[in-house]
């Protein structure tokens, strides 16, 4: 607000700071290659700040179900709204009182702690306006989900992974991820030093690989489970200690 003084041959303007007005924003995270990020593998964490103070602005979880496989994978054209209603999402109503960058980390999927991947954005918010049309502010998080169990007989470790899409869609035989179009590999380490690598076949849906793995009878040691997309280089890694 501007108040005007009258002082004989001054005129003078006194300006008072402007006020914070509350302008929503919603934030969904889409799975490389796949859906949203959603209740289904815990959802994925959300940070935004003010990119030039650092002070949060917001703070969160997505919320919701995968969505729409037909139209988010059929979506055509620039900007294609491939959301639907209860699609996972974040919405915060942030208070700024001018144009601010903001800053925004994402953090997931919370359900696969051994998965966890992080990716950043920008982006200008203006107050009063919001940023919710089309997708919202839509975040791509890489990544393949692996949960491995390991069980050792003597010289012998029998090492499955179950993988997943990082909105937890499933891996099957010729279904929409295609378990044909998925190397998954176990490689065993002493130290810096590779001692095997193996191949671990497609055992079961969704998204099982298994194979058997020589160990030493002595040693500290560990493994390496991956997995790739051949198609689309899409890919994940969680390391797991040999007793």
Known sequence: MRALALIPGVLLAFTSPAAAEPT???VRVLSQDAKFIGDHTGGAR???KDARSGKVLARGITRGGTGDTDRILGAK???ATIQTTGSAMFEAAVDIAEPTLADLEVEGPIGRPQSLMRVKSQH???PGEPVDQGNGWLVELPGLAITPTVVRKGGILTVQAKVELMCGC???PGGTWDAA????RALLWSGKTRISTTILPFRASPGTFESSVVVPSAGRMYLDVHAIN???GNAGIVRVPVS
Request: proline letters at 5%; glycine letters at 4%.
């Open 230 to 232: 051949v198609r689309t």
């Open 77 to 79: 054209g620039r900007s």
């Open 124 to 126: 200008w918010i203006i």
């Open 46 to 48: 959300i940070t935004i």
């Open 181 to 184: 179009d998925y190397k998954v």
């Open 24 to 26: 929503r924003v919603v």
């Open 170 to 172: 499933p891996i099957t």
